[in-house]
């Protein structure tokens, strides 16, 4: 009965809520308009077609107590982006139960699923018809997020995940599956777009006397980047149990070189917040914090804090691969490899520089410029001097400085040069 009841809650009390209510104290920040960001690990969450822009481990940590009867929402979200595979990410949600007998809180009491002009005008009556089942038959809630994205191009990748709930209350024990889809599209630093469709594949829950299906909630989100230190964000969400769209927006500021402020609005939050980031070697960490406040409910959802833990590491950043990985050059004859070049520096590239080399370590070729680098490059298998290179393996090295001065270096196998047989 429990789960029914928190189910309902929040935005016209859409069923599944637990997937939609926003995790996170920077994406709580904006307003919960994070769709067309989505560049920290709530990407999970929020876009998880947005994962392949993710260059870096993410790992981040949090709670916060829902606005009614102290229910606490605890939640973990950890990516892994791989040079060629895609990017991976998981996230765990657990909504604790009141510690306060379960019957008496939820027995005969009324509950507002939508406020209009400050007047409750969709409510249902929220009741037990069993006993108390007592602590030893419920579970907290379950609930978890398996996540895969893949790039097909420098602008754009796709993702999905695999949405799971879990929970146990008296004779239910009510689990569910279902899909959720998402896609990013990422022109210039300055412009992205996301398309997210919630319970694309709907879950479906059932109980003693009652099921219900999670209906699908099409999410859509533009980033703009003004500067590099201002990012704007704003939502819009549909499903026909809103019968129309919502709206979301917020926006971000870095004040400081480890401080950050941020603002957003919905159709019945406002927030506030800001983070304190700072960085030990390669490693990147960040505390945040928000302040929300319900207008719409006047006054019956109470005002509520949410703080979350953000570490960043590792990953990849930069790589090449060629295509394809043998090439045999001969004289008068062109025998080329398209070589793909994959650049996500922090702030805008100030120059770059990537060399071929052999197994030995000497250098063949070389290319380099400033600004901006090639999506690919086109080799020949002829060495700087114009002569073609003995066959064997050949390794590149890929160096990038941004307009901030960090360097960013990867080095591997590139592809092979084979000797032409003569018949």
Same mark, same amino acid.
């Given at each position: 009965?429990?789960? /029914? !009841?928190?189910?309902?809650?929040?935005? &016209?009390?859409?069923?599944?809520?637990?997937? +939609? %209510? =926003?995790?996170?104290?920077? *994406?709580?920040?904006?307003?919960?308009?994070?769709?067309?960001?989505?560049?920290?690990?709530?990407?999970?969450?929020?876009?998880?077609?947005?994962?392949?822009?993710?260059?870096?481990?993410?790992?981040?940590?949090?709670?916060?107590?829902?606005?009614?009867?102290?229910?606490?929402?605890?939640?973990?979200?950890?990516?892994?982006?791989?040079?060629?595979?895609?990017?991976?990410?998981?996230?765990?949600?657990?909504?604790?139960?009141?510690?306060?007998?379960?019957?008496?809180?939820?027995?005969?009491? /009324? !509950?507002?699923?939508?406020?209009?002009? &400050?007047?409750?005008?969709?409510?249902?009556? +929220? %009741? =037990?018809?069993?006993?108390? *089942?007592?602590?030893?038959?419920?579970?907290?809630?379950?609930?978890?997020?398996?996540?895969?994205?893949?790039?097909?191009?420098?602008?754009?990748?796709?993702?999905?995940?695999?949405?799971?709930?879990?929970?146990?209350?008296?004779?239910?024990?009510?689990?569910?599956?279902?899909?959720?889809?998402?896609?990013?599209?990422?022109?210039?630093?300055?412009?992205?777009?996301?398309?997210?469709?919630?319970?694309?594949?709907?879950?479906?829950?059932?109980?003693?006397?009652?099921?219900?299906?999670?209906?699908? !909630?099409?999410?859509?989100?533009?980033?703009?980047?003004?500067?590099?230190?201002?990012?704007?964000?704003?939502?819009?969400?549909?499903?026909?149990?809103?019968?129309?769209?919502?709206?979301?927006?917020?926006?971000?500021?870095?004040?400081?070189?480890?401080?950050?402020?941020?603002?957003?609005?919905?159709?019945?939050?406002?927030?506030?917040?800001?983070?304190?980031?700072?960085?030990?070697?390669?490693?990147?960490?960040?505390?945040?914090?928000?302040?929300?406040?319900?207008?719409?409910?006047?006054?019956?959802?109470?005002?509520?804090?949410?703080?979350?833990?953000?570490?960043?590491?590792?990953?990849?950043?930069?790589?090449?691969?060629?295509?394809?990985?043998?090439?045999?050059?001969?004289?008068?004859?062109?025998?080329?490899?398209?070589?793909?070049?994959?650049?996500?520096?922090?702030?805008?590239?100030?120059?770059?520089?990537?060399?071929?080399?052999?197994?030995?370590?000497?250098?063949?070729?070389?290319?380099?410029?400033?600004?901006?680098?090639?999506?690919?490059?086109?080799?020949?298998?002829?060495?700087?001097?114009?002569?073609?290179?003995?066959?064997?393996?050949?390794?590149?090295?890929?160096?990038?400085?941004?307009?901030?001065?960090?360097?960013?270096?990867?080095?591997?196998?590139?592809?092979?040069?084979?000797?032409?047989?003569?018949?």
């Amino acid at each position: 009965m429990i789960t /029914l !009841i928190v189910s309902q809650l929040g935005t &016209g009390g859409i069923p599944g809520y637990i997937f +939609a %209510y =926003a995790i996170g104290a920077r *994406p709580y920040g904006f307003g919960r308009a994070f769709t067309g960001l989505a560049d920290d690990a709530e990407a999970v969450y929020f876009n998880p077609g947005a994962l392949a822009f993710l260059q870096r481990v993410n790992a981040t940590a949090g709670y916060f107590q829902l606005p009614i009867s102290d229910f606490t929402y605890y939640y973990a979200a950890f990516t892994f982006p791989t040079a060629t595979f895609g990017s991976f990410g998981i996230t765990v949600i657990q909504l604790q139960n009141p510690t306060r007998d379960q019957g008496a809180i939820f027995y005969d009491s /009324l !509950i507002c699923n939508r406020y209009e002009d &400050g007047i409750c005008v969709d409510s249902v009556i +929220a %009741y =037990a018809e069993f006993p108390n *089942p007592g602590n030893n038959d419920r579970t907290p809630f379950n609930a978890g997020l398996l996540a895969y994205s893949k790039s097909f191009s420098r602008y754009i990748s796709i993702g999905a995940a695999l949405e799971l709930a879990y929970h146990r209350v008296y004779q239910s024990s009510p689990s569910s599956a279902g899909i959720m889809v998402g896609m990013m599209f990422v022109p210039n630093q300055y412009f992205s777009f996301g398309v997210v469709g919630q319970h694309f594949i709907p879950p479906k829950e059932s109980y003693l006397i009652t099921s219900q299906t999670y209906p699908q !909630i099409w999410r859509f989100g533009i980033g703009l980047r003004p500067f590099n230190w201002i990012n704007l964000v704003v939502d819009g969400a549909y499903s026909t149990y809103h019968n129309g769209f919502k709206f979301y927006g917020g926006g971000e500021a870095r004040l400081l070189s480890f401080l950050y402020v941020r603002g957003g609005i919905n159709y019945e939050e406002v927030s506030g917040g800001g983070s304190f980031e700072f960085t030990i070697r390669d490693i990147i960490f960040r505390l945040d914090g928000t302040y929300t406040f319900n207008y719409a409910s006047n006054g019956v959802y109470k005002e509520y804090l949410q703080f979350s833990g953000t570490i960043k590491f590792g990953g990849y950043r930069v790589w090449a691969d060629a295509d394809p990985k043998l090439i045999s050059p001969t004289e008068g004859e062109a025998n080329i490899a398209f070589i793909y070049i994959h650049t996500f520096p922090r702030q805008n590239v100030e120059s770059w520089e990537f060399i071929i080399k052999k197994q030995t370590g000497e250098v063949v070729r070389t290319f380099y410029g400033e600004g901006e680098p090639p999506v690919r490059i086109e080799w020949d298998g002829r060495d700087d001097s114009g002569r073609i290179v003995p066959p064997g393996n050949y390794n590149y090295y890929y160096r990038v400085v941004d307009s901030g001065g960090e360097v960013y270096e990867r080095s591997g196998y590139l592809l092979t040069v084979k000797r032409v047989e003569v018949w």
